[in-house]
């Protein structure tokens, strides 16, 4: 069966499958329950060994959740009649597609969350959020981007029935990757964004920390206190960023389930991350050309190459290519700002 013959968009729907869904709702609120509630409930630094673990956590539980994804879809093939597949072997074909979906959308989020990852070390720097107190702003930002990505991801759903919006979105993404290389880069001023300022008008703001609380009473009136500012300004951020990022994942699969999952399987492991990578960001000063050149190839697979392959450009293709980007770029980075940085070592 080739794979452009194969469409996605019928394997999960929502009406026939909202158990599916309800389900994966349950399973990310009971994990979130558990990282805050046993493994975070005290507010205390994530050391790099701890954070690496984590990191290896979520990325096995992702791993973990796609080998059921495959075998689900195996078995739905092989049994459920409206697809039509006549052989085993065909049916496998199919459920290895769903599986390769799920991995090439989770690595594209999980790349394109990089760029939040420096928008974290920015605001934390600029508001002065004590290591220990990081992890709970993070986390309640996370759990606001989870619900902004699956209403976006409702929204993507339905509009991308249209094909003048996948053409929309794909050339959006195109101008975007090139102006993330072209562009010069705007430095991040939190206190003059309008939504920050429109929470200064709501309550009023103190400049002071008052331990990990995000509101405080203060003389009688309820204050919002630096860690409330930086959380709202994060979930601004996401939701700017979930413009690039939903669409994306949309260009390599109809389907809702698995844009919906591998987003926020991606999403969960961006507060580890950051604790493991917070030190060495700056290492990764040309990742960006990579991120911009995986926009560029989505935005391209949106709004062409799918049709000249025939309704679908090849995952594993695609997989490859995003790997080739993003892997290229973090090499690159990696060996000219060490080498930069000896060379600026042995001029001092």
């Known amino acids: 069966m080739n794979e452009g013959i194969f469409y996605m968009s019928q394997l999960f729907p929502f009406w026939g499958h909202w158990h599916l869904y309800a389900g994966f709702a349950v399973l990310i609120l009971a994990l979130l329950a558990v990282d805050l509630g046993l493994f975070h409930r005290q507010a205390r630094e994530v050391t790099f060994k701890e954070s690496l ?15 059921g994804l495959y075998h689900f879809s195996l078995w739905k093939f092989s049994s459920d009649p409206s697809f039509a597949l006549n052989s ?38 600029y508001f002065s959020i004590p290591l220990k107190y990081q992890h709970r702003v993070l986390f309640y930002g996370i759990l606001g981007a989870l619900i902004f990505r699956a209403i976006f991801i409702a929204m993507g ?14 050339g959006f993404l195109i101008f975007t990757g090139i102006k993330m290389v072209v562009a010069a880069e705007k430095k991040i001023n939190p206190e003059k964004n309008p939504l920050v300022r429109l929470l200064g008008r709501i309550v009023p703001l103190t400049p002071e920390k008052h331990g990990d609380r995000f509101l405080v009473k203060i003389n009688g009136v309820w204050h919002a206190t630096p860690l409330m500012v930086a959380l709202v300004f994060l979930e601004l951020t996401d939701i700017i960023f979930a413009v690039d990022s939903v669409p994306a994942i949309f260009a390599l699969t109809k389907e809702p389930f698995i844009v919906l999952t591998s987003n926020i399987f991606a999403i969960l492991g961006l507060r580890s991350m950051y604790f493991m990578l917070a030190g060495v960001m ?30 679908k450009f090849p995952i594993s293709w695609s997989l490859g290519i995003i790997f080739a980007l993003i892997g290229g770029s973090m090499a690159v980075s990696w060996r000219l700002t060490k080498r930069k940085a000896a060379m600026n070592s042995g001029n001092t």
């Open 88 to 125: 085993g072997m065909e049916a496998a074909k199919a459920a290895k597609q769903v599986s390769l979906e799920f991995l090439t959308g989770y690595v594209v989020e999980k790349s394109l969350a990089v760029d939040n990852l420096f928008v974290f070390v920015v605001v934390f720097s």
């Open 53 to 67: 673990v984590w990191t290896g956590v979520w990325i096995g539980l992702a791993l973990l959740f796609n080998y």
């Open 157 to 170: 759903s339905v509009l991308m029935q249209y094909k003048a919006i996948v053409y929309i979105f794909g």
């Open 282 to 311: 700056d290492r990764f000063e040309y990742l960006k050309y990579g991120l911009a050149g995986v926009l560029v190839f989505v935005g391209l697979k949106m709004a062409w190459l799918n049709e000249a392959f025939g309704g």
